[in-house]
């Protein structure tokens, strides 16, 4: 039963985390999100297509970290019952590969916006925190990536260990 506690109060923190990074980015699409599509179109000579592709480019971001929060938590779960060498934590690692991917490629897409308006406010920060989440999502991918591996190689040890016992 401690040994259970022990497990369980290490992942806390790590839960924890994971749901205060959720906040602030949601708080995030709910009151910054909007700003910026306002601020683009008043660069783009008020056309409103560009609102509504920030709009959608941003909030479609949206989509793939909280679901990479999601494999996250259910990865923590796993290790919580002892079962973080499966292919259910392998599935997890996976989905948040592809979700780091996609994230990346989204921002990517929005480049050209953090290029326009750091031209126009002469501020080259903006530019350089897109680029720094495109660099830290990619990051994150490949270093999904490996553990995924890592924790593949290691499944099929301990099955060739079971097998010869």
Do not use: H, W
Not at 48 to 61: E, R
Not at 75 to 94: G, M, P, Q, V, W
């Amino acid at each position: 039963m401690l040994r259970k506690m022990n497990v369980t109060s290490s992942t806390l923190f790590l839960r924890m985390s994971v749901i205060l990074i959720g906040i602030p980015v949601l708080a995030l699409c709910i009151f910054l999100v909007p700003e910026i599509a306002d601020y683009a179109a008043k660069l783009s000579s008020g056309a409103t297509y560009v609102k509504y592709l920030v709009f959608l480019d941003l909030y479609a971001s949206a989509i793939p970290f909280y679901f990479a929060l999601y494999q996250t938590l259910r990865l923590l779960n796993y290790i919580d019952k002892n079962t973080a060498f499966s292919e259910l934590s392998i599935r997890a690692l996976k989905n948040i590969k592809y979700c780091a991917v996609l994230f990346s490629i989204l921002y990517m897409a929005a480049t050209p916006i953090f290029y326009l308006m750091a031209e126009s406010s002469d501020a080259p920060g903006i530019l350089a925190i897109g680029l720094a989440i495109i660099f830290a999502s990619l990051v994150i991918a490949v270093f999904s990536a490996v553990l995924q591996r890592l924790l593949k190689q290691a499944i099929d040890i301990k099955s060739e260990n079971d097998f010869t016992v």
